[in-house]
C-alpha cells in the first residue's frame, strides 16, 4: 500500500487547477511526492494520508513556538471575535512596535508588511530615500526575496544572474554583488553612489554559514565611513537565534533591519525597522509606505502574542534551541563516521543546514560542490521514518520539540544515512 496515497491523489488534483500543484516553488521538490498536510499540533505535523511526522520544517521556519501555539491563538481567535479588518488602524499596532523597538537593538521606529519579501523592497525603499543614492550591494548565496531588483545570485545557484525564467534583466541594473566574509570585495564595491549594504547576517538561507571573526563589525565601520546604509536580513535569524536576532547574537547593531517568519509565528507579517532618523522618510511621508494587509488586527494580535512570550520566556527558550541544534549536528557526525555517508551539518541557535559532501562545507561555492541529489534522497528517507525536513538542506527546531522527538530524528539520521551508503555500496 502506498504510503502516501492520499497526498498523491491531492497533487494529481491540484496539478489540474494549481500551477505545479503547489503554492510555493520549495514544496515542489519533496518526493515522493509534495505532501498534503491535515493538521499540527506542537513539534507534529498529520497529513491526509494520517502519517505523523516530527516537524524540522516548520512552515520554513515560522513555526518558532511549534505548530498551533496556544499563546498565539488565543489572541487571535480573541480577535476574530471583534473584527478581521477595518480599513483603520488597530489596538495591536502600537504594542507591537513598542515591543521590537523593545527587543531588537537596531529599532527606534518600525513599519509593518506582510511577507520577507515586501519587506527588503521597503527597507530599500527607506534606504534610497535617506541616503539620496541609488545603488545596492548584496552578496552572493544570500537570499532577499522573489523581487527582480535582489533575486540574484541567490543560495543553490551557480553564476550571479537571476534566479528564475522571467525575471527583467533591469531589475537588477543597480544592485552589485559581492562575495561575503571578504572584506575586499565590499571595500572594492563601496562608493558614494552605495544607498545600502543587505545581508544575512548569519547566512542561513545559503547554508547556515556565520560570518568570519571580526567581519561584520568591519562591515559596519566601512559602512559608516561611506554613507551607506547597513541593512542586516533577519527575516530568519529574527527572533530564533536570540531575542533580539543575530544583531544581539553577534553584537553588531546595522542602521536597518528586516524581520519576519518566527515574527507571526505562522501568520504573515513582517516589519522594517531602524534609527530614528533614518525611518523619518516615512515618518514623515517622503516614502509612502502602502499596503491593505499592512499591521492588519490578527497578524498584529498574533506577534504581540508570540513576541511577549518569547520575551517573557528566552532565558529557557533560547539555551533549549541551542541544544537541541546540537543533537541533530551529533547525529550528523556520528552518520558520517559510522556509515560512510558524507554528511555535514552546519548549524547555530535553532537553525542548521544538512548536505552531502566530502568536506565541511563553509562557502556558498562549497554548497555547489555538494550533491544535492543525494541530500533530496535522504530527505524522502527521512520522511519515510516520519521526519520532515525540507529537500534543500534546512532543519529548524521549535520550543516545543521534546528528548523524545529529537532523539527520534537522530535515529532516523543514523537509519536513512546507513540505507544510502549501503545501496551506493551495492551499486558500486
Known amino acids: 500500500m502506498d504510503r502516501y496515497s492520499g497526498s498523491h491523489q491531492y ?12 503554492s510555493s516553488a520549495m514544496k515542489a521538490a519533496q518526493a515522493p511526492v509534495p505532501i498534503c498536510a491535515g493538521r499540527g499540533a506542537g513539534s507534529r505535523v498529520w497529513d491526509v494520508d494520517g502519517n505523523e511526522y516530527v516537524d524540522f520544517a516548520l512552515s520554513f521556519g515560522p513555526m518558532l513556538l511549534g505548530q498551533s501555539p496556544a499563546v498565539v491563538l488565543e489572541a487571535v481567535r480573541t ?47 527607506v534606504a534610497r530615500a535617506a541616503t539620496g543614492r541609488t545603488r545596492i550591494i548584496k552578496f552572493r548565496g544570500h537570499y532577499h526575496g522573489w523581487l527582480d531588483s535582489v533575486h540574484v545570485a541567490i543560495p543553490g545557484l551557480p553564476g ?14 543597480r544592485t552589485t554583488i559581492c562575495e561575503w566574509n571578504d572584506i575586499g570585495s565590499l571595500t572594492a564595491a563601496l562608493a558614494d553612489d552605495v544607498a545600502a549594504v543587505i545581508m544575512e547576517p548569519i547566512n542561513i538561507n545559503g547554508g547556515c554559514f556565520m560570518p568570519s571573526p571580526g567581519y561584520l563589525h568591519e562591515v559596519r565601520r566601512l559602512t559608516r565611513e561611506a554613507g551607506a546604509l547597513l541593512v542586516f536580513d533577519e527575516v530568519i535569524t529574527g527572533f530564533r537565534v536570540a531575542l533580539g536576532g543575530a544583531q544581539e547574537l553577534l553584537e553588531v547593531t546595522p542602521d536597518l533591519t528586516v524581520l519576519g517568519k518566527a515574527f507571526g509565528c505562522g501568520f504573515p507579517i513582517s516589519a522594517v525597522c531602524g534609527r530614528r532618523e533614518i525611518m523619518s522618510v516615512v515618518a514623515t511621508g517622503k516614502v509612502s509606505h502602502m499596503g491593505n494587509f499592512n499591521g492588519n488586527p490578527l497578524a498584529a494580535a498574533a506577534g504581540h ?17 541551542e541544544s537541541s541544534m546540537r543533537i541533530v549536528a551529533d547525529a550528523f557526525d556520528r552518520a558520517n563516521v559510522d556509515h560512510g555517508l558524507p554528511l555535514q551539518f552546519n548549524h547555530t541557535v535553532g537553525a542548521g543546514f544538512g548536505f552531502v559532501a566530502d568536506q565541511p562545507v563553509r562557502t556558498h561555492e562549497d554548497r555547489l560542490r555538494s550533491d544535492s541529489d543525494v541530500y533530496a534522497l535522504f530527505a524522502a528517507r527521512m520522511l519515510d521514518k516520519g521526519v520532515l525536513i525540507p529537500t534543500r538542506g534546512l532543519w529548524y527546531v521549535s520550543t516545543e520539540h521534546s528528548d523524545q522527538d529529537l532523539t527520534l530524528a537522530a535515529e532516523a539520521v543514523l537509519d536513512a544515512s546507513r540505507e544510502l551508503a549501503d545501496e551506493a555500496g551495492a551499486l558500486s
Do not use: M
Not at 11 to 22: F, I, M, N, Q, T
Not at 103 to 116: C, D, K, M, Q, Y
Open 305 to 321: 502574542a508570540a513576541l511577549r512570550h518569547l520575551r517573557d520566556n528566552s532565558e529557557q527558550i533560547y539555551p533549549r534551541l
Open 160 to 173: 550571479d544572474g537571476p534566479g528564475t525564467e522571467g525575471q527583467d534583466p533591469w531589475g537588477a541594473h
Open 11 to 22: 497533487y494529481d488534483r491540484a496539478k489540474r487547477s494549481l500551477a505545479r500543484g503547489v
Open 79 to 125: 480577535q476574530l471575535d471583534l473584527g478581521v479588518g477595518f480599513g483603520a488602524g488597530n489596538r495591536h499596532e502600537a504594542p507591537l512596535a513598542e515591543l521590537v523597538c523593545e527587543i531588537v537593538p537596531s529599532a527606534e521606529l518600525v513599519i509593518f508588511s506582510n511577507t520577507g519579501t515586501e519587506a527588503v523592497q521597503a527597507a530599500l525603499r
